[in-house]
């Protein structure tokens, strides 16, 4: 794999501002790579050709006339086709939505063109960001990069596998129970759901209100730091966005994490949801780079996974009945079994349950925030390797556990970047938790690893696929 | 929560009594889903402090368009 579409942002951006590479010309190549290989992979939904060329030449005209106006300025970027783009059709994967084309865009959307990006298209996603796998909707599962006959996990499915693979270097995605973070974990790329309340989800098609993360994925933590630094602030039209000032992400990237104390929930990944034998080493691996880096690595205490897992359960399918019990009433049929199966959960869960559940979520919420008071950040497996792409059993959400959705609970930033590959080839991760509203620090241990470790040198071996 | 899952014909009442009138492929769903979610409502915890807040705290602030 080469050519200009494979280049980080950060890569990119720096050619650019040399006039070493025009934003057409990346364009194009992202175009090629999607022609070239986007009928096997399925990362996007829409590819929005026209506008994106329309868009790139216009930002060559600006930067040479003045120089780029910001790092994302005439780099491509994709949307999760969940996070509304006025004139441009946004499916949610949905039979529902077939033909919905909002009339205004989302802040996500509004915020990267204001810098500068050009949207390139939509990607896939699981339906709504919550049912799927799905053969049943309204455009076929992503697959992934690195092998198509596994899954890219979900939901924010064809973002992560259109990174990896090179056919676009920025995109937007969201994370209600690890969406972001498991399918970079699947994909080998970063990806980071900040604070709850950081990013903006105005415009973004819910999924569970109180939980719901709009966020970046991009093949490295200096990217997500570009991203980040665009794409949160407050917005007045959220309600549930937090008026603070947004530090400088990319400064913060010192490549210095000495002195820092890493907690490690030893008790999850051993009793609550054992890591496999390969999983496990590879976290351990990650550890002593980071003791190497001058961290103390020491135990943590939370409590049990499976309380986490139940209160943001049990709230997220209620929440899930309010969002779409008029269209479950009148045409359930337009559904894809995957998330019918889980919205009609929601149906019977009773007020007095809901508020219970937000009791429990208040009290695990605070006991993750007292972990902080020991240690700067948290780190565990984002998720095992990704298995091969298949139809789940729809309960198979009510019966699993992850590594992830505990970070939703709680609200904090939590970060996965590539930490290796397995012996099959498909990668490993690593998750990098934070005290609130601390981004930089957890973006600042995610880039020290990724300087002190060869793993962003390897891409997806698409060649042979692309030959085929 | 009861400590026996409901029957079939009482998720039926369950069902009506949500306003739901749901085809009979739905109505399957729904019952197997309850064999897990409603196990999730009996674990978590009541028998809370007077004062134990949720974590849905109304702030008005957010809420004003204009700010």
Avoid at chain 1, 89 to 115: F, G, H, I, N
Avoid at chain 1, 144 to 163: L, R
Avoid at chain 2, 40 to 62: L, N, Q, S, T, W
Wanted: a neutral charge.
């Amino acid at each position: 794999m080469s050519g200009p579409a494979i280049l980080s942002i950060t890569e990119a951006a720096r050619l650019i501002a040399a006039r070493a590479l025009s934003p057409v010309e990346l364009l194009q190549d992202c175009l090629a790579r999607i022609d070239a290989v986007d009928g096997v992979l399925n990362s996007f939904v829409t590819v929005t050709r026209d506008r994106a060329i329309a868009e790139a030449k216009a930002a060559e005209v600006a930067i040479m006339r003045d120089g780029p106006s910001s790092p994302m300025h005439g780099i491509p970027f994709s949307l999760k086709d969940i996070f509304s783009t006025k004139g441009i059709r946004t499916t949610a994967q949905s039979k529902l939505l077939a033909d919905y084309v909002p009339t205004e865009d989302c802040d996500a959307q509004q915020r990267l063109s204001q810098a500068g990006g050009v949207l390139l298209g939509k990607t896939a996603t699981w339906e709504f960001a919550h049912g799927g796998p799905s053969w049943d909707v309204l455009f076929p599962p992503a697959r992934n990069p690195w092998n198509t006959d596994h899954h890219p996990a979900g939901s924010s499915s064809g973002s992560a596998a259109s990174v990896a693979a090179g056919l676009c270097p920025a995109t937007m995605g969201s994370d209600t129970g690890g969406s972001i973070r498991a399918p970079a974990a699947a994909c080998g790329i970063a990806g980071i759901k900040a604070t709850y309340g950081r990013v903006s989800r105005r415009g973004v098609l819910p999924n569970c209100f109180s939980h719901d993360h709009a966020g970046p994925l991009a093949w490295t933590v200096e990217d997500l730091a570009i991203l980040l630094g665009i794409t949160a602030g407050w917005d007045r039209l959220d309600p549930a966005c937090a008026r603070l000032p947004v530090p400088d992400y990319r400064a913060a990237l010192t490549g210095s994490v000495a002195g820092l104390t890493v907690g490690v929930p030893y008790r999850w990944i051993e009793e609550d949801l054992p890591a496999s034998p390969e999983t496990r080493a590879n976290l351990d691996s990650a550890l002593a780079v980071f003791r190497d880096l001058g961290v103390t690595i020491r135990p943590v205490t939370l409590p049990p996974m499976q309380q986490y897992e139940d209160a943001k359960k049990v709230i997220a399918v209620a929440e899930l009945f309010s969002i779409h019990e008029k269209n479950l009433r009148t045409r359930p049929e337009l559904f894809g079994a995957s998330l019918r199966y889980r919205i009609i959960a929601g149906s019977l869960v009773r007020a007095e349950d809901y508020i219970q559940a937000m009791r429990l979520r208040s009290e695990l919420a605070m006991a993750m925030q007292a972990v902080f008071a020991d240690v700067d950040l948290m780190m565990l497996p984002t998720a095992e390797p990704a298995g091969r792409l298949e139809p789940v059993p729809p309960e198979f959400l009510f019966t699993k556990r992850s590594y992830q959705t505990a970070f939703n609970v709680g609200g904090n930033p939590a970060l996965s970047i590539c930490s290796g590959f397995a012996e099959n080839g498909l990668p490993f991760s690593l998750q990098i938790v934070g005290r609130l509203f601390d981004e930089a620090t957890v973006l600042r241990a995610g880039d020290a690893y990724e300087k002190a470790t060869p793993w962003r040198d390897r891409r997806p071996d698409l060649v042979r696929k692309e030959a085929a | 929560m009861p400590s026996t899952p409901p029957t079939p014909d009482e998720m039926t009442v369950l069902a009506r009594h949500a306003d739901l009138n749901l085809p009979d492929y739905v109505q399957a769903d729904l019952i197997s889903a309850w064999q897990h979610v409603g196990p999730m409502i009996a674990r978590i915890r009541r028998g809370r402090a007077y004062g134990d807040e949720p974590a849905h705290v109304f702030c008005p602030v957010a809420f004003d368009r204009k700010a």
